[in-house]
């Protein structure tokens, strides 16, 4: 898409990550663990679709695939923080097809799940 106004499509983005990690903290203290841990995806997954925006000036895929929205956005991501985004991209699926749910996260993986997200975001945030 062509002439997109490009710092307004990436200030959303941005701001609806922030808003989704805030969502994410509170659900989590609220003992919404799945809830949580879908927040937390969408909070990165706004953050790569915001850099996406930045980097080639171009509205982000339809996609909730965190590895290819870094590719994308031309973000190389290293071993690590691949392995970290794989594992937060299923509670993306979690979130949405109750049918893939398996007992509920403990409260220490909600914990763990989030301070990686947060790790990751302020990554991503020095991106741009």
Known sequence: M?????????????????EDLAAARDLAVRGHARHALFFGHLAVEKTLKGLVTARTGEVPPRSHDLLRLAE?????????????????????????YPESWGPAPAAEVVDNVLSTVAEILEWLNAQF
């Open 2 to 18: 062509a002439g997109i106004d490009q710092p307004k499509h990436v200030a959303h983005w941005r701001a609806g990550a922030s």
């Open 72 to 96: 994308k956005a031309g973000i190389d991501v290293g071993s690590d923080r691949a392995l970290s985004l794989a594992r937060i991209g299923r509670y993306c699926i979690e979130g949405r």
